[in-house]
T-cell receptor, first 111, second 115 residues
Framework: SQQGEEDPQALSIQEGENATMNCSYK?????LQWYRQNSGRGLVHLIL?????REKHSGRLRVTLDTSKKSSSLLITASRAADTASYFC???????????FGSGTRLQVQP | DADVTQTPRNRITKTGKRIMLECSQT?????MYWYRQDPGLGLRLIYY???????NKGEISDGYSVSRQAQAKFSLSLESAIPNQTALYFC??????????????FGPGTRLTVL
C-alpha cells in the first residue's frame, strides 16, 4: 500500500487563489519531498523537508511537516494557470532504501 | 539534451511478447529506478539499483526483470507482456550522497499498451 496519501484527490481554483494539498503517511520518516507532474510527463522535484524541520519555503511554495500527526501540507500561493499539474508527496522512511510516492493531488487553476 | 532519456516513448504490443524499455542518463548518478504509473495510483516502484552490482526488487517486481548494463544504463524487461501491464513507465536517477532522501530526476516516460 502507498506510504503517502494526498488529499484532496482533485482541486480546482481560480488564478490568484492559494492552493493547499495535504499528505499523510504511515510510518516514521527521515524526509519528505514534494514533486510536480505536468500531464503525462516525468515528475519534477519541488522541495524537500527533513523530519526535524517544521516549515520550509521556496518561492511561492510553503511546505509544513507535522511528524506527530504524520502529515505534511504544500501551499502554493497566488496560483497561476501554469501551476496546473499533479502534485505528489514522497517519503523516505527509516529502514527503507527508496522513496515511496503517494497517489497525488490533481490541481486545476482556472485562468 | 535531456539528462535522463527513455526509449521507446510509446509502444503498443501484444500479449505474450517480450518487451524491453531502456533508460540512459548523463547525470553521473549511481542510483537508478523504474516506476510504473497507473491512473489514480501514483507511482509504484518496480526495481531499483544503487550501483551496477546492487539491484533490488521494489513494490511490484513480479512479471518484470531489469539489467544494469553500466552506471548510465538501466533496462526494464517484460518477459511475457500481459494487458494489466499497460501503464506509463518512468525511469529516475539520484546520486548516492544522502541516502533515499536525494532528489530524483525523472525521464519523460514510456507509454506502454499491451493488447
Amino acid at each position: 500500500s502507498q506510504q503517502g496519501e494526498e488529499d484532496p484527490q482533485a482541486l480546482s481554483i481560480q488564478e490568484g487563489e492559494n492552493a493547499t494539498m495535504n499528505c499523510s503517511y504511515k510510518t516514521s520518516i527521515n524526509n519528505l519531498q514534494w514533486y510536480r507532474q505536468n500531464s503525462g510527463r516525468g515528475l519534477v522535484h519541488l522541495i524537500l523537508i527533513r523530519s526535524n524541520e517544521r516549515e520550509k519555503h521556496s518561492g511561492r511554495l510553503r511546505v509544513t511537516l507535522d511528524t506527530s500527526k504524520k502529515s505534511s501540507s504544500l501551499l502554493i500561493t497566488a496560483s497561476r494557470a501554469a501551476d496546473t499539474a499533479s502534485y505528489f508527496c514522497a517519503t523516505d522512511g527509516k529502514g527503507r532504501r527508496a522513496l515511496t510516492f503517494g497517489s497525488g493531488t490533481r490541481l486545476q487553476v482556472q485562468p | 539534451d535531456a539528462d535522463v532519456t527513455q526509449t521507446p516513448r510509446n509502444r503498443i504490443t501484444k500479449t505474450g511478447k517480450r518487451i524491453m524499455l531502456e533508460c540512459s542518463q548523463t547525470k553521473g548518478h549511481d542510483r537508478m529506478y523504474w516506476y510504473r504509473q497507473d491512473p489514480g495510483l501514483g507511482l509504484r516502484l518496480i526495481y531499483y539499483s544503487f550501483d551496477v552490482k546492487d539491484i533490488n526488487k521494489g513494490e511490484i517486481s513480479d512479471g518484470y526483470s531489469v539489467s544494469r548494463q553500466a552506471q548510465a544504463k538501466f533496462s526494464l524487461s517484460l518477459e511475457s507482456a500481459i494487458p494489466n501491464q499497460t501503464a506509463l513507465y518512468f525511469c529516475a536517477t539520484s546520486d548516492g550522497l544522502a541516502g533515499p532522501a536525494n532528489e530524483q530526476f525523472f525521464g519523460p516516460g514510456t507509454r506502454l499498451t499491451v493488447l
